[in-house]
Protein backbone atom coordinates (compact mmCIF):
# COMPACT_ATOMS: atom_id res chain seq x y z
CA UNK A 1 0.00 0.00 0.00
CA UNK A 2 1.29 3.20 -1.12
CA UNK A 3 2.72 5.58 1.96
CA UNK A 4 -0.25 7.49 3.10
CA UNK A 5 2.09 10.68 4.42
CA UNK A 6 3.51 13.19 1.63
CA UNK A 7 6.17 16.15 2.85
CA UNK A 8 4.68 19.12 1.43
CA UNK A 9 6.45 22.65 2.01
CA UNK A 10 5.96 26.60 0.51
CA UNK A 11 8.61 28.30 0.64
CA UNK A 12 8.67 32.46 -0.75
CA UNK A 13 12.48 32.58 -1.84
CA UNK A 14 12.17 36.19 -1.87
CA UNK A 15 14.29 36.51 -5.29
CA UNK A 16 16.90 34.45 -3.28
CA UNK A 17 18.09 37.89 -1.62
CA UNK A 18 17.61 37.37 2.14
CA UNK A 19 17.85 39.45 5.51
CA UNK A 20 21.16 40.75 4.82
CA UNK A 21 20.18 42.01 1.73
CA UNK A 22 22.77 39.62 -0.10
CA UNK A 23 21.03 37.32 -3.15
CA UNK A 24 22.46 34.28 -2.48
CA UNK A 25 20.72 31.17 -4.48
CA UNK A 26 22.71 28.24 -3.10
CA UNK A 27 21.67 29.54 0.48
CA UNK A 28 18.01 28.95 -0.89
CA UNK A 29 18.74 25.52 -2.36
CA UNK A 30 20.44 24.65 1.05
CA UNK A 31 17.39 25.64 3.14
CA UNK A 32 14.89 23.71 0.16
CA UNK A 33 17.29 20.79 1.04
CA UNK A 34 16.94 21.10 4.71
CA UNK A 35 12.74 21.15 4.21
CA UNK A 36 13.34 17.09 3.14
CA UNK A 37 9.99 17.31 1.26
CA UNK A 38 7.99 15.74 -1.79
CA UNK A 39 6.12 18.77 -3.17
CA UNK A 40 7.59 21.97 -2.62
CA UNK A 41 6.16 25.25 -3.88
CA UNK A 42 8.11 28.21 -4.05
CA UNK A 43 6.77 31.98 -4.84
CA UNK A 44 9.56 34.68 -5.84
CA UNK A 45 11.10 31.72 -8.03
CA UNK A 46 11.99 34.28 -10.80
CA UNK A 47 12.73 38.05 -11.34
CA UNK A 48 9.94 40.01 -11.92
CA UNK A 49 10.56 42.46 -14.63
CA UNK A 50 12.94 42.57 -17.70
CA UNK A 51 13.36 39.02 -19.26
CA UNK A 52 11.66 37.24 -15.91
CA UNK A 53 14.50 35.11 -16.02
CA UNK A 54 14.51 31.93 -13.53
CA UNK A 55 16.56 32.27 -10.41
CA UNK A 56 17.80 28.93 -8.98
CA UNK A 57 19.86 26.55 -10.32
CA UNK A 58 17.13 23.62 -11.16
CA UNK A 59 19.45 20.86 -12.55
CA UNK A 60 21.99 21.75 -9.11
CA UNK A 61 18.59 21.69 -7.57
CA UNK A 62 17.58 18.05 -8.78
CA UNK A 63 20.87 16.50 -8.24
CA UNK A 64 21.36 17.46 -4.41
CA UNK A 65 17.54 17.03 -3.38
CA UNK A 66 15.40 15.07 -5.80
CA UNK A 67 13.05 17.64 -6.45
CA UNK A 68 12.46 18.38 -10.35
CA UNK A 69 10.71 21.52 -11.57
CA UNK A 70 7.16 20.97 -13.16
CA UNK A 71 7.66 22.13 -16.63
CA UNK A 72 5.39 24.82 -17.87
CA UNK A 73 4.66 25.29 -21.49
CA UNK A 74 4.40 28.62 -22.95
CA UNK A 75 5.90 30.21 -19.62
CA UNK A 76 7.33 34.01 -19.56
CA UNK A 77 10.35 34.50 -20.94
CA UNK A 78 13.02 32.67 -19.22
CA UNK A 79 11.30 32.40 -16.01
CA UNK A 80 11.66 28.82 -14.44
CA UNK A 81 7.58 29.00 -13.30
CA UNK A 82 4.56 30.98 -13.59
CA UNK A 83 4.18 34.65 -12.18
CA UNK A 84 6.95 33.50 -9.91
CA UNK A 85 5.85 30.21 -8.30
CA UNK A 86 7.05 27.20 -9.06
CA UNK A 87 6.60 23.57 -8.00
CA UNK A 88 9.07 20.86 -7.30
CA UNK A 89 8.42 17.40 -7.07
CA UNK A 90 10.16 14.35 -5.97
CA UNK A 91 9.15 11.06 -8.11
CA UNK A 92 6.55 11.82 -9.42
CA UNK A 93 4.47 12.02 -12.43
CA UNK A 94 2.56 15.00 -14.06
CA UNK A 95 -0.61 14.87 -15.60
CA UNK A 96 -1.42 18.57 -15.98
CA UNK A 97 -0.41 21.99 -15.27
CA UNK A 98 -2.82 24.42 -15.67
CA UNK A 99 -1.24 28.64 -15.62
CA UNK A 100 -3.57 30.66 -14.01
CA UNK A 101 -3.66 34.56 -14.66
CA UNK A 102 -5.32 35.80 -11.37
CA UNK A 103 -7.33 39.04 -12.04
CA UNK A 104 -6.24 41.97 -9.50
CA UNK A 105 -4.15 45.65 -8.94
CA UNK A 106 -0.96 43.56 -9.62
CA UNK A 107 -0.04 40.75 -12.11
CA UNK A 108 -0.66 37.55 -10.56
CA UNK A 109 -0.89 33.76 -11.29
CA UNK A 110 -1.13 30.57 -9.70
CA UNK A 111 -0.08 26.99 -11.23
CA UNK A 112 -2.47 24.19 -10.70
CA UNK A 113 -0.98 20.65 -11.25
CA UNK A 114 -2.53 17.23 -11.11
CA UNK A 115 0.46 14.69 -10.15
CA UNK A 116 0.84 11.56 -8.85
CA UNK A 117 2.84 11.32 -5.76
CA UNK A 118 4.34 8.34 -3.69
CA UNK A 119 1.35 6.42 -5.27
CA UNK A 120 -1.16 8.86 -4.70
CA UNK A 121 -3.09 11.54 -7.15
CA UNK A 122 -3.13 15.04 -5.88
CA UNK A 123 -3.93 18.57 -7.15
CA UNK A 124 -1.42 20.85 -6.04
CA UNK A 125 -2.10 24.79 -6.49
CA UNK A 126 0.57 27.08 -6.01
CA UNK A 127 0.01 30.87 -5.39
CA UNK A 128 0.96 33.68 -4.73
CA UNK A 129 -1.80 36.50 -3.93
CA UNK A 130 -1.99 40.11 -4.14
CA UNK A 131 -0.97 42.75 -1.54
CA UNK A 132 -4.45 44.39 -1.99
CA UNK A 133 -7.81 42.76 -0.08
CA UNK A 134 -9.91 43.65 -2.83
CA UNK A 135 -7.53 41.59 -4.99
CA UNK A 136 -7.10 38.81 -2.82
CA UNK A 137 -10.78 38.54 -2.32
CA UNK A 138 -11.29 38.38 -6.47
CA UNK A 139 -7.92 36.22 -6.84
CA UNK A 140 -9.57 33.20 -4.38
CA UNK A 141 -12.50 33.41 -5.95
CA UNK A 142 -11.57 32.59 -9.89
CA UNK A 143 -9.62 29.99 -8.40
CA UNK A 144 -12.28 28.16 -7.02
CA UNK A 145 -14.64 28.97 -9.49
CA UNK A 146 -12.09 27.29 -11.73
CA UNK A 147 -12.22 24.28 -9.19
CA UNK A 148 -16.06 23.89 -9.57
CA UNK A 149 -15.24 23.29 -12.88
CA UNK A 150 -12.83 20.14 -12.65
CA UNK A 151 -13.05 16.32 -11.61
CA UNK A 152 -12.58 16.07 -7.86
CA UNK A 153 -9.70 14.87 -6.64
CA UNK A 154 -7.43 15.32 -3.16
CA UNK A 155 -6.26 19.23 -3.24
CA UNK A 156 -3.48 21.00 -1.62
CA UNK A 157 -3.27 24.67 -1.68
CA UNK A 158 -0.01 26.41 -0.67
CA UNK A 159 1.16 29.86 -1.32
CA UNK A 160 2.09 32.86 0.21
CA UNK A 161 -1.35 34.35 0.19
CA UNK A 162 -0.77 37.65 1.75
CA UNK A 163 -3.19 37.22 4.54
CA UNK A 164 -2.71 37.92 8.08
CA UNK A 165 -6.70 38.45 8.98
CA UNK A 166 -8.32 35.51 10.20
CA UNK A 167 -12.12 36.83 9.04
CA UNK A 168 -10.05 37.59 5.79
CA UNK A 169 -12.88 37.76 2.70
CA UNK A 170 -10.09 35.39 0.62
CA UNK A 171 -10.32 33.12 3.85
CA UNK A 172 -14.24 32.84 3.85
CA UNK A 173 -14.28 32.14 0.31
CA UNK A 174 -11.31 29.47 0.44
CA UNK A 175 -13.36 27.64 3.35
CA UNK A 176 -15.97 26.85 0.40
CA UNK A 177 -13.45 24.04 -0.76
CA UNK A 178 -10.84 23.47 2.15
CA UNK A 179 -10.75 22.87 5.32
CA UNK A 180 -9.63 25.59 7.78
CA UNK A 181 -5.47 26.28 7.57
CA UNK A 182 -3.33 25.72 10.59
CA UNK A 183 -2.05 29.13 11.56
CA UNK A 184 1.69 29.24 11.89
CA UNK A 185 3.41 32.80 11.83
CA UNK A 186 6.52 32.45 9.10
CA UNK A 187 7.15 36.71 8.48
CA UNK A 188 8.94 38.44 9.12
CA UNK A 189 11.70 35.40 9.00
CA UNK A 190 14.18 36.84 11.73
CA UNK A 191 11.23 37.77 14.33
CA UNK A 192 8.15 35.66 12.84
CA UNK A 193 4.46 37.33 13.53
CA UNK A 194 1.89 36.98 10.79
CA UNK A 195 0.84 33.95 9.02
CA UNK A 196 1.20 34.86 5.38
CA UNK A 197 2.28 31.64 4.11
CA UNK A 198 -0.58 28.83 4.44
CA UNK A 199 -1.36 25.06 3.43
CA UNK A 200 -4.86 24.44 2.83
CA UNK A 201 -6.54 20.70 2.03
CA UNK A 202 -10.00 19.41 0.81
CA UNK A 203 -11.76 16.97 3.05
CA UNK A 204 -9.58 14.17 0.94
CA UNK A 205 -6.93 15.18 3.30
CA UNK A 206 -5.60 15.92 6.60
CA UNK A 207 -2.26 18.43 7.03
CA UNK A 208 -0.73 16.93 10.27
CA UNK A 209 2.62 18.49 11.68
CA UNK A 210 2.02 21.79 10.04
CA UNK A 211 5.04 24.20 11.48
CA UNK A 212 7.58 27.14 10.15
CA UNK A 213 10.75 25.51 9.16
CA UNK A 214 13.14 27.65 11.58
CA UNK A 215 16.67 26.98 11.15
CA UNK A 216 19.48 29.43 11.68
CA UNK A 217 20.26 29.20 7.44
CA UNK A 218 16.23 30.36 6.61
CA UNK A 219 16.06 32.76 9.29
CA UNK A 220 18.98 34.42 6.63
CA UNK A 221 17.89 33.09 3.41
CA UNK A 222 14.55 35.29 2.77
CA UNK A 223 12.25 37.21 4.77
CA UNK A 224 9.95 34.94 4.59
CA UNK A 225 10.70 31.15 6.98
CA UNK A 226 9.10 28.23 4.54
CA UNK A 227 6.29 26.34 5.84
CA UNK A 228 6.22 22.41 6.02
CA UNK A 229 3.71 19.52 7.11
CA UNK A 230 2.41 16.32 6.05
CA UNK A 231 -0.67 15.65 3.82
CA UNK A 232 -2.27 12.53 5.15
CA UNK A 233 -4.37 11.04 2.35
CA UNK A 234 -7.93 10.11 3.11
CA UNK A 235 -8.87 6.55 2.19
CA UNK A 236 -11.54 6.09 -0.07
CA UNK A 237 -13.83 4.20 1.86
CA UNK A 238 -13.26 6.97 4.49
CA UNK A 239 -13.55 10.05 2.37
CA UNK A 240 -16.92 12.11 3.31
CA UNK A 241 -16.90 13.97 0.81
CA UNK A 242 -15.00 16.60 -1.89
Not at 21 to 43: F, H, K
Not at 53 to 79: C, N, Q, S
Not at 131 to 137: D, E, K, N, T, V
Request: hydrophobic share 40%; charged share 25%.
Amino acid sequence: MPDRDIAVASYNIHKGVGTDRRRDLMRTAAVIGELGADVVALQEADRRFGDRAGLLDLAALKRDTGLAPVEIEGRMGLAHGWHGNLLLLRDAEVEEVRKIVLPGFEPRGALMTDAVVKGHPIRVIAAHLGLLPGSRASQTRALLDLLDTLDPRPTLLMGDLNEWRMRATSLTHLSRHFTASVTVRSFPSRYPMLALDRMMTCSRGQLVDVTPHDSALARKASDHLPIKARLRLTLPQQMTGS
